[in-house]
C-alpha cells in the first residue's frame, strides 16, 4: 500500500468522522434541551427533520458536481457552508435560528465527492479495506456521538453543541488541504451527464443496491432508539450504556478480521451479502426474545459486525457497477448517499410512530424483522443479475 493510498483512507476516514460526528451529536438531546428555546414538539420535530430533508435534496446535485468540479473544493464547499450553519445556530437563540442553520448545515452533502475520491483513486487490491474503514468511521461516529451529546450538554450547554460542530468543519477542511492528495478527474459535458443520470436511475442493478443501503439504515436507526429501552428492561440503567457501546470495539475488531479474510480469500461479495443479512436477522430476533442481559449484549454485537460488513460490502457491489459508468461515479454516489439519508429518515419515523402508538418495542423488531426478510428475499431471487455485473 503506497503513501497516497494511505493519505486517502486517512484523509476519508477523518472527513467521515467529522462529518457523522457533527450529524449524529444532536440525535440524542435535542428533543428534549430543543424546549429550552420555549417552542412546541412540531417545530422541535422540524429542526430535527430539515437537515435530513436537505441532506436528501443535497446529495445527488452534489454528486453530479462530482463528476464536473475539482473535489477536493466541493468537499471545502460543502464544509464552510456546515461551519456557517453552525454559527448561526451559536449565534441565534431561538427555534427558527436552530431551523435555518439546520437546514443550512443539511445542504452540506459532501458523502458522494468524499467517495468518489476513493472510487477512482483506491487500487481495486485495497478497495475492501477502504471501504471497511468508512463503514467503521460511520458506526464509530454513531456510537461516539450519542455517547458525548449527553455529556457535553449537562456539563457545558447546548450551543456549546454546535461550537463543537464548527470547530469539527474547521479541521475537516485542514484535512481536506493537508492529508488528501490531488487527483485528476476527466470532466464530462453537460449533456452527456444529462442523459446518463435517468439510465443510472432505473439502472436495475443499482436499485437494488440502493434499496440495500436504504433498508441498512432503516434498520440503523429503529435499532438505536430501541436499544436503550432494551437495555433498561434487563436492569442497565442510562448512565451505563455508553459501556455497552464500548464494547462495540471488539465487535470492529472482528469486523476487520473478517474482512481481511474475505479479501484474502476472495470470498464472492454477494455470498458474504446474503450471509451478514442472515446475521442482522438473527440479531433481531435474539432482541425479541430477550431473556437475559447476556443475550442482549451478545444481539447488540451481532448487531454492529452485520452492520458494519454489509456497510463495507454495498459499495464494492456498487463498485461493480461503476466500473461501466467511470465518468460517473459522483452522480452514482449521489444517488446512493441520497437513500442512506432517506433510510435513516424513514427508519426514525417509523420507529417513532410505532413506538407512540404502542408505547413497546416489540412492534419495532418485528417490522425489522419483516424488511430484512423481505430485503433477503429480494437479494436472492436477484442473485444472478448481480453475479454478472
Not at 484474502?264 to 430476533?285: G, P, R
Request: hydrophobic share 55%.
Amino acid at each position: 500500500m503506497n503513501i497516497k493510498t494511505i493519505r486517502i483512507i486517512i484523509g476519508t476516514c477523518i472527513l467521515f468522522i467529522v462529518r457523522m460526528i457533527s450529524t449524529f451529536i444532536l440525535l440524542p438531546v435535542i428533543t428534549n434541551y430543543g424546549k429550552l428555546f420555549n417552542t412546541n414538539d412540531l417545530l422541535i420535530g422540524i429542526s430535527i427533520s430539515i437537515y435530513s430533508i436537505m441532506q436528501i435534496i443535497c446529495q445527488i446535485p452534489f454528486g453530479i458536481a462530482a463528476d464536473k468540479f475539482n473535489r477536493k473544493n466541493l468537499i471545502v464547499l460543502g464544509l464552510v457552508i456546515f461551519l456557517f450553519g453552525s454559527l448561526i445556530i451559536i449565534k441565534v437563540n431561538n427555534i427558527f435560528g436552530l431551523i435555518i442553520g439546520r437546514a443550512i448545515q443539511g445542504i452540506s452533502a459532501i458523502s458522494p465527492v468524499i467517495m468518489s475520491i476513493i472510487y477512482d483513486s483506491i487500487n481495486t487490491k485495497y478497495y475492501a479495506i477502504s471501504m471497511m474503514c468508512l463503514g467503521i468511521s460511520f458506526l464509530l461516529s454513531f456510537i461516539v456521538s450519542i455517547i458525548l451529546g449527553p455529556i457535553i450538554i449537562t456539563l457545558i450547554s447546548f450551543h456549546a453543541l454546535f461550537i463543537i460542530t464548527a470547530i469539527l468543519s474547521i479541521l475537516g477542511i485542514i484535512t481536506t488541504y493537508s492529508i488528501i492528495p490531488n487527483i485528476e478527474k476527466n470532466k464530462i459535458s453537460t449533456n452527456k451527464l444529462k442523459i446518463n443520470i435517468i439510465n443510472l436511475i432505473f439502472n436495475k442493478n443499482l436499485v437494488l443496491i440502493n434499496f440495500s443501503i436504504f433498508c441498512l439504515h432503516v434498520l440503523l436507526v429503529s435499532n438505536f432508539i430501541t436499544i436503550p429501552y432494551d437495555l433498561i428492561k434487563v436492569g442497565i440503567d442510562y448512565p451505563n450504556h455508553w459501556k455497552i457501546y464500548l464494547y462495540s470495539t471488539l465487535s470492529f475488531i472482528i469486523t476487520f478480521i473478517l474482512i481481511n479474510i474475505f479479501n484474502k480469500y476472495s470470498y464472492k461479495i454477494l455470498y458474504i451479502l446474503i450471509n451478514f443479512i442472515t446475521l442482522f436477522l438473527i440479531s433481531i430476533l435474539l432482541k425479541l426474545v430477550i431473556i437475559n442481559k447476556l443475550l442482549l449484549i451478545i444481539s447488540i454485537q451481532l448487531f454492529f459486525i452485520s452492520f458494519s460488513i454489509i456497510e463495507s460490502i454495498l459499495p464494492q457491489l456498487l463498485k461493480k457497477v461503476t466500473i461501466n459508468n467511470i465518468l460517473f461515479n459522483g452522480t452514482i454516489l449521489g444517488l446512493y448517499s441520497t437513500n442512506q439519508f432517506l433510510g435513516s429518515s424513514v427508519g426514525g419515523i417509523i420507529s417513532g410512530l410505532l413506538l407512540y402508538i404502542s408505547k413497546s418495542t416489540k412492534f419495532i423488531l418485528l417490522v425489522n424483522i419483516l424488511i430484512l426478510i423481505i430485503w433477503l428475499f429480494i437479494i436472492i431471487k436477484n442473485s444472478n443479475e448481480l453475479k454478472r455485473k
